[in-house]
């Protein structure tokens, strides 16, 4: 059973930077993709970020494509993302979530989901 915990959310100004973490528990990590998602208030759950297992592929949502960077420390069992130039419109709660599989867009391909790091932007 593979266990997720985020971190490093919080709240800042437009413009701003945050760093969030996901450490990973459970599973062999270098195994698998990871993703990142995210879900405001009222909207479905929607996808970030992913990248495969050994970080040499990454995919990205349009809306934050050049502004947020993913990446990975299998030596950590940590997934990272790193989030500048922050917009209100980035205001959700960050999830992260793996497979064991190639890297992924929707959220029903993957197996395992974290609890959630709250991200605030304050415009």
């Known amino acids: 059973q593979v266990q997720l915990v985020e971190s490093g959310g919080g709240l800042v100004q437009t413009g701003g930077s945050l760093r969030l973490s996901c450490a990973a528990s459970?599973?062999?990590?270098?195994?698998?993709?990871m993703g990142w998602f995210r879900q405001a208030p009222g909207k479905e759950r929607e996808f970030v970020a992913a990248i495969n297992w050994s970080g040499g592929s990454t995919l990205y949502a349009d809306s934050v494509k050049g502004r947020f960077t993913i990446s990975r420390d299998n030596a950590k069992n940590t997934v990272y993302l790193r989030m500048n130039s922050l917009k209100p419109e980035d205001t959700a709660v960050y999830y992260c979530?793996?497979?064991?599989?190639?890297?992924?867009?929707?959220?029903?391909?993957?197996?395992?989901w974290g609890q959630g790091t709250q991200v605030t932007v304050s415009s």
């Open positions: 459970g599973g062999t990590f270098s195994s698998y993709a």
């Open positions: 979530a793996t497979r064991y599989d190639t890297a992924g867009y929707y959220v029903n391909e993957y197996d395992y």
